[in-house]
C-alpha cells in the first residue's frame, strides 16, 4: 500500500517499481508474493475501466427451480440468452415438475436466499432484477432488504401463485408481503388473470374492460407499471396483455396460437421484459418487444412432443434451432466426406456452357461425397443464388456443400461451411462469424500450417499443390513428399489438392499416410465433356486404392 502513495503512476518504469519494492520493506518471498497479487489484482481492476471494456446487459432473476425446465429460473436463463443478455440466478424453491403438474417443492431457507443476493448483488451489479416464484413471506423480506442495500436500475415482479397445471407455488399468505413490501418497489408487476384477482382479494376478471380496472387497483399498491396478462382469457379471445402506467392505458395484442405448449410464458414474458429493461429500453417498448418474442418462441414451439403431461413447455432458442427443416439437422462434419472433393470453377462451366447446379448435380451422381464452390468472378447476387439452388441439391443427397472464401455468403444460404485459403479471412475469425457447428476448411503447404489451423478450430486441410495446375497461377507446388509432410504433422483430417485426376490419384492415396482423406478435384471433373462420367471414373479409381490399402 505504501508503494502506492509515494510512487504515483508516473514512475512506472520496470527497474523503479523493483527499487521501490526494496525500499518498502518487502523481505520474504512471502510477502513479494503476496504484493505481486494484490497489485495483478489492480493491474485487472484498471484494466477493467478501460473504454474498451463491454459491459453485458445483465438481469438478477430470484425465482424458483423448474426441473422439467418450461418455467421457472430455466426458463429465465433461456429467455435471457435469446434475448442477448447476462443472467444470474438465485434460487428460492427446488421444484419436481413435469408436463403433468408438480410433485414436489423443497423451499430454500430465507438465510440462503440472502446469501445468495449478497453474492450476486454485491459483486456483479445487475441491472435488472426479476422476482417469480417467492415461497414465503420471509423471502420476500430478504429481497426487499437486499434491495434496500444495493439498488438496481429496475425491479420486475412476476406474482407467481399458481403453476400452469394449478398447483399452488405461493400460499395466500405471500399476497399480503407482495402488496405491502414488494409491488412499492417495482417498476412493473405482471399478474395473470387469477393473480391479478388474488391480489384484488377475489374479483372475478373476464374481459378486457375488467383486466383494465384490475391494472388500476393494483397500481395502487404502489408498482410504476402493471401488466395484466390476457393468455388465460377464453380461448376464443386473442392474447390481449393490457399495461397501465398510471395515466394511461396500452394494449398488446397477438393472436391466440393453438398449442399444448405454454408451460412457462409467464416467466418468459417477465424475464424477457427485464431482459429489455437491461439494455435501456423504457418500459412500453419492453413490454411490446417481450411480447413479440414470446408470440414467436410460442409459434416454433407449437408442435414439438416433450413428456405425456397436458401442459408442453415453451422451447425458448427459436433462432438456435431448424424443426423447421426436418428434424435438428445433424452437422457434425465426417472426415470421410473427404473422399472425393468437388470443387466448381466458373470460367470451366462457362466454357463448356452448363449451368453451376448442372454441375454440381452431375458431380453428386457421379460419387462427390463433397462440393466447394468456387466461383471467383461471379457478383455476389448471382452467387448466393445459385448458391441456394446448389444446397438444394447437395441436401437431397445429404452431401456438405462448402462455399470458397465468401463467409457472408455462406451465412445467407445458411451453407454447411467454407474454405478458407492462407491469405482469406483468418479461420479462427471465420469460426467466431461461423459459430460452432459449420465445417471450416484451410489451405495449407507447411505442417506449421496445418498446426496453425488446428489450433484456430479448423475441420480439415486441404494440403497442395500436389502436381501443377493450371487453376492457380503461381502456385507452389510440395510434390508428394510435401503433402506426406502436412499429413505427419496434421492433427487434422487432410484432403490433397493441385493437378490430381484420374491417371494419377492412385499414387497418392498410394501413399497410405495418416490423416489423408482423400483428392480435390477441379479440372479432372469440370473442365471435360461429361461431369458425370469423368466423376464415376475417378470414384471408382479411389475406391480401388482404398481396397487395396485395407
Ligand atoms: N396461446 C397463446 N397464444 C399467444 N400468446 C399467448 C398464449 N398464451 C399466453 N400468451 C401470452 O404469453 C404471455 C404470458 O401469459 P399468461 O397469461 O399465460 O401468463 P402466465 O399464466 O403467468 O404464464 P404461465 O402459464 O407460464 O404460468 C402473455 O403475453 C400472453 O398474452
Ligand atoms: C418454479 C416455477 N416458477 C414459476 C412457475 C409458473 O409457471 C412454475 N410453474 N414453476
Ligand atoms: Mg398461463
Known amino acids: 500500500m505504501g508503494f502506492q502513495s509515494h510512487h504515483h503512476h508516473n514512475f512506472s518504469a520496470p527497474r523503479l517499481q523493483s527499487n521501490c519494492l526494496l525500499k518498502s520493506g518487502f523481505s520474504s518471498t512471502k510477502k513479494i508474493h503476496q504484493f505481486n497479487q494484490s497489485r495483478a489484482l489492480k493491474v485487472k481492476s484498471a ?4 473504454e474498451d471494456e463491454v459491459r453485458i446487459p445483465h438481469v438478477l432473476t430470484v425465482a424458483g427451480s423448474d426441473s422439467g425446465a418450461g418455467a421457472g429460473i430455466q426458463a429465465d436463463l433461456k429467455a435471457c440468452a435469446a434475448r442477448g443478455v447476462y443472467c444470474s440466478t438465485v434460487i428460492t424453491a427446488v421444484t419436481a415438475q413435469n408436463t403433468v403438474g408438480v410433485q414436489g417443492v423443497n423451499v430454500v431457507p430465507e438465510d440462503f436466499v440472502s446469501e445468495q443476493l449478497r453474492s450476486v448483488l454485491s459483486d456483479m451489479r445487475p441491472d435488472v432484477v426479476k422476482t417469480g416464484m417467492l415461497p414465503t413471506t420471509g423471502i420476500v423480506k430478504v429481497i426487499c432488504q437486499s434491495l434496500e442495500e444495493f439498488p438496481v436500475r429496475a425491479l420486475v415482479v412476476d406474482p407467481v401463485m399458481v403453476s400452469t397445471s394449478g398447483d399452488t407455488l405461493a400460499g395466500p399468505s405471500i399476497l399480503a408481503s407482495f402488496r405491502e413490501e414488494l409491488l412499492p418497489m417495482a417498476d412493473i408487476v405482471t399478474p ?3 393473480e391479478a384477482s388474488a391480489l384484488l382479494g377475489g374479483v372475478p376478471l373476464e374481459s378486457l374492460a375488467d383486466m383494465r380496472s ?15 396478462k390476457g393468455g388465460d382469457l377464453p380461448a376464443s379471445l386473442d392474447a390481449v396483455d393490457i399495461l397501465y402506467d398510471g395515466k394511461d392505458f396500452f394494449e398488446f395484442h397477438c393472436s391466440r396460437i393453438i398449442t399444448p405448449n405454454t408451460h412457462g410464458t409467464g416467466c418468459s414474458l417477465a424475464s424477457s421484459i427485464a431482459a429489455e429493461l437491461a439494455k435501456g429500453s423504457s418500459v412500453v417498448s419492453a413490454v411490446k418487444v417481450a411480447k413479440r418474442y414470446i408470440e414467436s418462441a410460442l409459434d416454433y414451439s407449437k408442435d414439438i412432443f416433450i413428456g405425456n403431461g397436458r401442459q ?3 422451447d425458448h432458442h427459436l433462432k438456435l434451432k431448424n424443426y423447421a427443416h426436418g428434424l435438428c439437422r445433424q452437422r457434425l462434419f465426417d472426415p470421410g466426406n473427404l473422399f472425393l472433393y468437388a470443387v466448381t470453377d466458373s470460367r470451366m462451366n462457362q466454357k463448356w456452357s452448363r449451368s453451376i447446379t448442372d454441375a454440381v448435380k452431375a458431380a453428386i451422381e457421379g460419387g462427390a461425397t463433397i462440393v466447394q464452390l468456387r466461383e471467383k468472378e461471379a457478383d455476389t447476387l448471382d452467387f448466393l443464388e445459385s448458391a441456394k439452388a446448389c444446397l438444394k441439391i447437395c441436401r437431397q443427397h445429404g452431401v456438405p456443400l462448402l462455399i470458397n472464401d465468401r463467409i457472408d ?3 445467407a444460404c445458411d451453407a454447411d461451411g467454407v474454405h478458407v485459403g492462407q491469405s482469406d479471412m483468418p479461420a479462427r475469425v471465420a469460426r467466431v462469424l461461423l459459430g460452432p457447428d459449420k465445417i471450416i476448411g484451410v489451405s495449407c ?6 498446426q496453425q489451423a488446428w489450433v484456430d478450430g479448423a475441420d480439415y486441410i ?3 499443390g500436389v502436381y501443377p495446375t493450371s487453376t492457380k497461377e503461381n502456385n507452389l507446388t510440395i510434390g508428394l513428399d510435401g503433402l506426406e509432410a502436412v499429413c505427419l504433422a496434421s492433427k487434422l483430417p487432410v484432403v490433397a489438392i493441385g493437378g490430381i485426376g484420374i491417371s494419377n490419384a492412385h499414387s497418392v492415396m498410394e501413399l497410405q499416410v495418416p490423416n489423408l482423406k482423400g483428392v480435390a478435384v477441379v479440372s479432372a471433373l469440370f473442365d471435360r465433356e461429361s461431369v458425370l462420367t469423368e466423376t464415376q471414373k475417378l ?12
Open 539 to 550: 470414384h471408382k479409381v479411389l475406391l480401388k486404392s482404398s481396397t487395396e490399402v485395407r
Open 445 to 450: 503447404k507447411t505442417p506449421e500450417q496445418a
Open 192 to 194: 395473470n388473470l387469477k
Open 312 to 314: 408442453g413447455p415453451l
Open 462 to 464: 486441404g494440403c497442395g
Open 214 to 228: 384490475a391494472a388500476k387497483s393494483i397500481h395502487d399498491f404502489g408498482p410504476k407499471h402493471v401488466l395484466v
Open 47 to 50: 484494466m477493467r475501466q478501460q
Open 409 to 411: 455468403v455462406a451465412l
